[in-house]
């Protein structure tokens, strides 16, 4: 089956710093990529639409120069948080949509910012 | 009105029993549904998807849906606590968009 993989998978930063999130497609080619945020005890809430080769699409309420998205590949999506802050601790996961519209979750990468 | 709406349990069943998870959603124009197993720390895993009116099985699973009432539900029979997670909900109103998900329901499955 299609696998997606995320790097880092865990990563501690300090207030103030940028911390850069990879997701990969590894077996399939991806035009489209999805990036959800997941506090403890919520659901998966839809950050920003990822569209290889074009701005990325943000849902209301997220902040596009806070961060900033990239999908220079159809196998590769980033995501960069900037000035952390201890708010912005929490497990952001990606998903990858295949030619054939399927999505592939990735295994998510827990942010902890002191 | 939320989006997709599940009850947050926790819903607890012996081992063996069949566990039932329902899922209502708000949007008519809703196209597919589908059921996330999700545990502690990892990334959701999909269990059911699941398209038209009527029942889907899958081994121990079985997803319903029922447009009319924007209902979604899911059945697990033979219950085991390794089910023991929490069971998302999500809904597209396209093939290809971002999935709506539900809060989630958590399951404990007592053996």
């Known amino acids: 089956g299609a696998v997606v993989s995320q790097h880092p998978s865990w990563v501690i930063c300090k207030s103030g710093t940028s911390v850069k999130i990879e997701c990969r497609s590894l077996?399939?080619?991806?035009?489209?990529m999805f990036w959800y945020r997941q506090f403890p005890k919520q659901s998966l809430m839809l950050m920003a639409t990822?569209?290889?080769?074009?701005?990325?699409?943000?849902e209301q309420g997220v902040e596009k120069d806070k961060f900033l998205i990239n999908h220079a590949s159809l196998t590769l999506s980033t995501l960069t948080v900037t000035s952390a802050h201890p708010e912005d601790s929490s497990f952001y996961i990606c998903?990858?949509?295949?030619?054939?519209?399927?999505?592939?979750f990735g295994p998510g990468t827990r942010l902890t910012v002191t | 009105q939320k989006e997709v709406e599940q009850n947050s349990g926790p819903l607890s069943v012996p081992e063996g029993a069949i566990a039932s998870l329902n899922c209502t959603y708000s949007d008519r124009v809703s196209q597919s549904f589908f059921w996330y197993r999700q545990y502690s720390g990892k990334s959701p895993e999909l269990i059911m998807s699941?398209?038209?009116?009527g029942d889907k099985e899958d081994g121990r699973f079985t997803a319903q849906l029922n447009k009319a009432s924007q209902y979604v539900s899911l059945l697990i029979r033979d219950s085991q606590p390794s089910d023991s997670a929490t069971y998302l909900c999500?809904?597209?109103?396209?093939?290809?968009?971002?999935?709506?998900f539900g809060k989630g329901t958590t399951l404990s499955v007592s053996s």
């Open positions: 699941i398209y038209s009116n």
């Open positions: 990822s569209n290889e080769g074009s701005k990325a699409t943000y």
């Open positions: 077996d399939f080619q991806a035009t489209t």
């Open positions: 998903s990858a949509r295949d030619l054939a519209y399927e999505q592939y």
């Open positions: 999500a809904v597209n109103r396209q093939a290809g968009t971002a999935l709506i």
